[in-house]
């Protein structure tokens, strides 16, 4: 007799008939693949892993919920079904293999994966430049799920080929925090003009694929360490801070996006701060949804009725006619029910699932279908457009849309607890917004020398040297970049493994096993000895400060961070006989146990072993055919397990023939394998290879010893006339170098090597006798070491730039800062002099666009680089600095940095670009986080005791000012409301009502405002302040928006011959950053930046009248025009209050009076009150004859 079926099990099979009809009965015999539809034979890789999914969930429930054999046997035929599809798309990928390599290096849209394959064959169905190809989200989501259905216990990968493939899309997707693509619509910038940009939804969506693949295994319970996937931690968290830092913005053309459902909940759950999961939510709640769904974006013209289907690309100005017509997608309510299942929200999961039930649309048997979307009727496009969300609307698209479909199953499942929400997540990323607990930050302290141990004894502290922590093995971080570099090869199919990148604290944070050896890696800040920032101790010391913090906050492994910390040579003083006290400082900080804000445990390397991360590298084990290449033959030689010392020991039973072929031996190994190690790139050899054999070499000119002079870093100051000749008159370069080995002072030195830097070049043969090879770059290498060993940073620079040295780390920190949404500009304004960067470049074309932005000057190429790396340190660690700023223009934050020098010392302009290359990097950094963040501070200028000017930076408190007088114009809150209802009918009025606005501001009361005969006594202050922010693009929040605004009233703004167009509203929203990037690049046509702020308090005032209910404006407003009119009338009062014209003077390239840049925004000689009266007078012209009413 056959067992009745339970309630459930007939409920679970209405599901697998609806699985059967709507999904499965599309599914291709030969690929696996699924079609869009049955009428579109294309497979789209996204589509395809979504619409799989309830497949894949009501397998498990068949499973969980058997009544009989049966349902294990469907339970496994729908589980094959899932692995036949993933297999499929699998199979079109590796098609595609050589795209995937080209593609590491190139970061190309014409080397991307195909985003769609015919749903037969699993070819390509489109060119690579006909499609928007480049979608790292699909790919990411691919990667997500083959991690999660494995976890679930389904074997999708067959072959270690297989794991080395998806080893290498590990390192397709790990740049998406850089790379612009076409998004989850594929269309890019919503213009649809085939543009891409950087998308958070792909971000989101490769950072939790790249976390959920981290050392899984694709062989899953049976398989072995070399099946196991390997992510770089460095990656996951830059993928992690780029999100963060552009939520809840989707794009810089897309303010919000109905797709970022997918990022901040099911199935990525990549945002790990719940205050902005749920302010993403309510945003896209907010301006996204409707009664039938969510449309994508605003604006979007897929499919309403206006849209001509004929035309690939919108026109700019065809946008807004989209507005309240875009489609709505039900869709969007299926991830918002999974959403409230994983969060326990129950009403959420109610309210949803009605709403959704009530658009579907239903078919014979009882068949719910989810469509594609709902769109506006062509005749009601009208009153649609005027009332938004009031007209029925139709269905229209794919029915079913499988992707819904699917989701809206897979909803139903865990509702109705056929699934917890944990089987469908079986790898618990649902949990990434519960805080983690604080994290140990371990630090293990080495010697580089046995000198070194001695003296950091005499101030107890206690140490080891490398020799003695064996048998584990430091080595720099750049070796680890080598050997993860290996990581994924596989020669079989021409796949060359993980592109060589400098390697982040969070990867040299670990222990790894190597080949059955343990390995420690120093941090890659100290690694950095080919640029100068690694001698200054205080640099170092704030680096490890940053990175310490930087762990604490984001360690996510298994285990405590161990971060391996030398002491150098370079940190002893005093002729090597004490410590840096910076140094001595911190060492005494590790070991009370709190380091800038983190909890550190200092111990010697053995002691923290047992507690630390440690990670087995089995890529990196020989096999029987193994390349030997540079690397593999170091480790080799590193590896070798030769017991030299103990056999040199040994004498008694040896000859002195056995003994002299043993040292022999020892010291041809030693020698072989330093050699081995600078071809790797590694500097500091002596370190991480302790033998005495192992001093540095190199030419050696004898110079004599210099004597210390005061910092001077202007060169050239020899007399022309008294520089020898030869027969033909020009400069004798060779007497010259005679007079370089005789001359004792460091500064004339690099005087006398520059001219003939300036007269032979950097390759010129010196002819030195000892040394018949000896180049002006050899003896100019020697000098930067002695300018290093005397701390003389002006000297330092200036060789640096005759050296051409560049930050290894350039193109990283370039970025950095375009990755979180900023351009960056070098060189001095105008343009063409000003080059801009708004996309990221190879190492080498960026530093050449350095140098020729800089126009020759050493000088301004080293700064550029160097302020480059202060601004994206503090992007990553203090991103608010940069609110509301799009565009960093590092030729004027410099240029910035030097006047304020200049002011603080009283040295004129030039003398203070002059103390700027003075001043040790630590202290530039210093003044740069100043200027960034508003702070006071002081300059101070020391003479030491060899007579050597040194200059110093401090913070100071601020005194005599209020907060609001600090914060000025930059601090204006967005939300002006009006008080009252006036009448308007001339300027006066005119001028009331926009000064009642700005009261209302609460930041500038009527009394600041109204306060007679108000004197700002700090002189110079505000000029600083309006100087400062107008160099770093700095306006008050919702200035943009008010901005956008202020267009709709007008046909444009415009700065003298630049005009910024009403039009531009039309293309884009208030909240784009492509918008705010218009406005910046609107306001960047004024060289002067404290012009540039007066125009932008101009503009603030002006976008007052958005709260007035003033009639359209069809003039351009003239912005300069209300600023020199606010000057003129300021200069008249000045006039008539006696003021002179010694304290009028005008700045002479704008005629702007220097103490109206110079007066506060607030009090009666405010800034505020002529700029009021001057846009009151210039507006008048524009009222109508009725007047206007302030709303």
């Known amino acids: 007799m056959m067992r009745g079926r339970s309630n459930s099990g007939v409920r679970l099979d209405y599901y697998a008939r609806l699985v059967s009809n709507t999904i499965l009965c599309h599914q291709n015999s030969v690929t696996g693949l699924l079609p869009a539809a049955a009428d579109q034979q294309n497979a789209w890789v996204r589509d395809n892993v979504y619409s799989i999914l309830a497949v894949w969930g009501l397998g498990m429930a068949y499973r969980k919920n058997a009544d009989r054999d049966e349902d294990k046997a469907k339970a496994y035929e729908l589980e094959q079904s899932v692995v036949k599809l993933m297999r499929g798309l699998l199979h079109c990928m590796m098609k595609q293999m050589i795209k995937v390599e080209h593609f590491k290096k190139s970061l190309s849209t014409k080397d991307a994966l195909h985003a769609k394959y015919d749903n037969a064959t699993g070819d390509t169905v489109v060119d690579d430049d006909k499609w928007g190809h480049l979608q790292i989200d699909a790919t990411s989501l691919y990667l997500l799920y083959l991690a999660q259905m494995t976890a679930s216990g389904l074997h999708i990968i067959f072959t270690l080929d297989e794991v080395n493939f998806i080893q290498n899309l590990v390192f397709y997707i790990e740049v998406a925090y850089k790379v612009a693509d076409y998004g989850m619509w594929e269309r890019g910038d919503k213009t649809n003009r085939g543009i891409p940009e950087l998308n958070a939804s792909s971000v989101g969506m490769a950072k939790a694929a790249l976390e959920a ?27 992690q801070f780029i999100l963060q830092s552009m939520l809840p913005r989707a794009s810089p053309s897309k303010e919000i996006d109905a797709g970022l459902l997918s990022v901040i909940s099911f199935p990525a759950f990549a945002v790990e701060d719940i205050e902005l999961v749920e302010l993403t939510k309510q945003e896209i709640i907010t301006k996204l949804q409707g009664r039938y769904g969510c449309c994508r974006f605003l604006r979007d013209g897929y499919k309403t009725p206006i849209e001509d289907p004929t035309r690939l690309h919108y026109e700019n100005a065809e946008l807004r006619q989209f507005e309240n017509l875009e489609c709505e997608w039900p869709l969007f309510w299926t991830y918002m029910i999974l959403d409230g299942l994983f969060n326990k929200n129950l009403q959420q999961v109610e309210e949803y699932r009605e709403a959704l039930h009530s658009v579907l649309v239903l078919r014979p048997g009882g068949i719910h279908l989810v469509p594609e979307l709902y769109a506006v009727p062509a005749e009601k496009m009208a009153e649609e457009s005027q009332n938004p969300h009031t007209v029925s609307r139709v269905y229209m698209g794919k029915l079913p849309h499988m992707w819904g479909q699917s989701l809206y199953i897979l909803g139903n499942l865990v509702s109705e607890g056929f699934l917890a929400a944990g089987e469908i997540d079986p790898l618990n990323r649902r949990f990434s917004t519960i805080p983690r607990p604080d994290v140990v930050v371990q630090v293990a302290i080495i010697a580089e020398t046995e000198k070194i141990k001695k003296v950091l004894g005499k101030h107890g502290i206690d140490v080891e040297t490398v020799t003695e922590i064996m048998p584990i093995r430091v ?43 343990i390995f420690a890696f120093t941090p890659q800040f100290v690694d950095q000895q080919q640029f100068y920032l690694a001698l200054d101790n205080r640099m170092i010391v704030d680096m490890l400060r940053t990175e310490l913090s930087f762990l604490c906050r984001c360690w996510r492994k298994t285990g405590r961070p161990i971060v391996t910390f030398p002491i150098l040579q370079s940190m002893l003083i005093d002729d090597g006989t004490s410590l840096d006290p910076y140094v001595l400082s911190t060492l005494r900080k590790l070991q009370d146990g709190y380091f800038g804000g983190a909890r550190v445990h200092a111990a010697n390397v053995s002691t923290l072993l047992v507690t630390s991360c440690c990670t087995r590298l089995s890529f990196m084990d020989l096999g029987p055919d193994e390349h030997r290449d540079e690397l593999t033959v170091y480790l080799n030689k590193l590896l070798e397990k030769k017991e030299t010392k103990t056999a040199l020991l040994s004498s008694g039973k040896k000859t002195s023939l056995h003994r002299f072929r043993a040292a022999a031996h020892a010291t041809r190994d030693v020698v072989s394998l330093a050699q081995k190690a600078k071809e790797l790139g590694i500097q500091n050899v002596s370190l991480y290879l302790r033998n005495s054999l192992l001093t540095e070499s ?13 910092d001077a870093p202007e060169l050239s100051a020899m007399n022309t006339k008294d520089l020898p000749t030869d027969k033909s008159g020009e400069v004798d370069c060779k007497a010259l170098m005679e007079l370089l080995k005789k001359c004792s002072s460091l500064q004339e030195q690099v005087e006398i090597i520059h001219l003939i830097y300036v007269t032979k070049g950097i390759d010129w043969n010196i002819e030195h006798d000892e040394y018949p090879e000896m180049t002006v770059y050899d003896v100019l290498m020697e000098l930067y070491t002695k300018a290093g060993n005397e701390q003389n940073w002006g000297l330092i620079r200036y060789i640096s730039g005759m050296l051409h040295k560049k930050v290894e780390e350039l193109d990283e920190a370039c970025t950095t800062l375009l990755s979180n949404q900023k351009h960056l500009t070098v060189g001095l304004p105008p343009e063409p002099r000003e080059r801009t960067i708004t996309a990221p470049l190879p190492y080498d074309e960026l530093t050449k666009l350095i140098e020729e932005a800089s126009d020759n000057d050493h000088s301004l190429f080293i700064l550029t680089q160097e302020v480059m790396v202060y601004l994206a340190m503090y992007a990553r660690t203090e991103p608010n600095l940069f609110a509301e700023m799009f565009r960093l223009r590092i030729g004027l934050i410099i240029q910035v940095m030097a006047t304020e020098m200049a002011n603080c010392l009283k040295y004129s302009d030039k003398a203070g670009t002059q103390s700027l290359m003075s001043v040790k990097p630590s202290d530039l950094k210093t003044l740069l986080h100043h200027i960034l963040s508003g702070k006071e501070f002081s300059v101070e200028e020391n003479i030491d005791q060899s007579t050597r000017t040194m200059i110093s930076i401090h913070d100071v408190d601020h005194t005599g000012a209020t907060k609001s007088e600090r914060a000025g114009i930059s601090k204006l809150k967005v939300e002006m409301m009006q008080t009252g209802t006036f009448k308007l009918n001339d300027s006066d009025e005119l001028h009331e009502a926009l000064r009642q606005s700005l009261i209302s501001s609460e930041l500038i009361s009527s009394e600041e405002l109204d306060v007679g005969d108000f004197v700002d006594v700090r002189h110079g202050q505000w000029l600083r302040r309006r100087r400062i922010d107008g160099a770093l ?128 925004p607030s009090g009666r000689f405010g800034t505020m009150t002529y700029l009021l009266k001057a846009t009151a007078i210039y507006i008048e012209d524009f009222l109508p004859a009725d007047g206007c009413q302030v709303q």
């Open 213 to 239: 693949l981290d050392e899984l295994n694709l062989f899953g319970a049976n398989g072995g360490p070399k099946s196991v996937i390997h992510v770089m931690a460095d990656e996951v968290q830059l993928c």
């Open 475 to 517: 080595q720099p971080a750049r070796v680890l970049s080598q050997i993860y570099a290996r990581l994924g090869c596989n020669k079989r199919m021409a796949l060359s493994g993980r592109p060589y990148r400098h390697m982040g604290i969070l990867g040299t944070s670990k222990l790894y096993l190597v080949r059955d050896e």
């Open 698 to 710: 190199g030419y050696k000119l004898n110079i004599a010893t210099p004597s210390s002079t005061p």
């Open 1033 to 1160: 693009n700095r306006v008050p929040i919702g200035f943009y928006q008010r901005v956008w605004k202020m267009l709709q009233k007008c046909k444009g703004l415009s700065i003298e011959n630049y005009v910024l167009h009403s039009s531009t509203t039309e293309e884009m929203t208030p909240g784009e950053i492509k918008f705010a990037v218009q406005v910046e690049t609107f306001l960047n046509c004024v060289p002067q930046p404290e012009y540039r702020q007066l125009l932008v308090e101009t503009i603030l005032v002006l976008t007052m009248l958005v709260d007035i209910d003033l009639q359209y404006i069809s003039r351009t407003i003239h912005i300069e025009r209300i600023a020199q009119m606010a000057n003129s009338i300021f200069m008249a009062e000045q006039t008539a209050l006696g003021a002179d014209d010694e304290m009028l003077e005008k700045d002479p390239a704008t005629g702007i009076c220097s103490l109206l840049y110079d007066s506060a």
